[in-house]
């Protein structure tokens, strides 16, 4: 019984993990780009890494709507079918 909450809580981080990956990343590489530009053009303005950022990881998750929305369907139906299973 035990393993199989640690199993779940194991995939749960997993799914939170896989699903949260494009838009960190698509955040980093835009924060690094900004960064490098600043450095080289010597414009210290904080501001200017937020809305890019913001608007880079806006369109990344309209454009993995669907892929993360498939992958939750897909682990909420398991665990639903996993209820008989857990006695309470």
């Not at 896989?18 to 303005?45: D, R, W």
């Not at 990881?57 to 939750?72: E, G, S």
């Amino acid at each position: 019984m035990e393993a199989k909450l640690m199993a779940l809580a194991i995939e749960t981080y997993k799914i939170t993990l896989i699903l949260s990956l494009p838009m960190l990343m698509a955040g980093l590489v835009v924060g690094l780009l900004i960064s490098i530009f600043q450095a080289t053009t010597q414009i210290n303005e904080q501001t200017l890494t937020f809305v890019p950022k913001i608007l880079v990881v806006i369109v990344v998750v309209i454009l993995t709507m669907p892929w993360m929305m498939n992958m939750l369907i897909d682990f909420t139906t398991r665990l639903i079918k996993m209820i008989p299973d857990f006695p309470f």
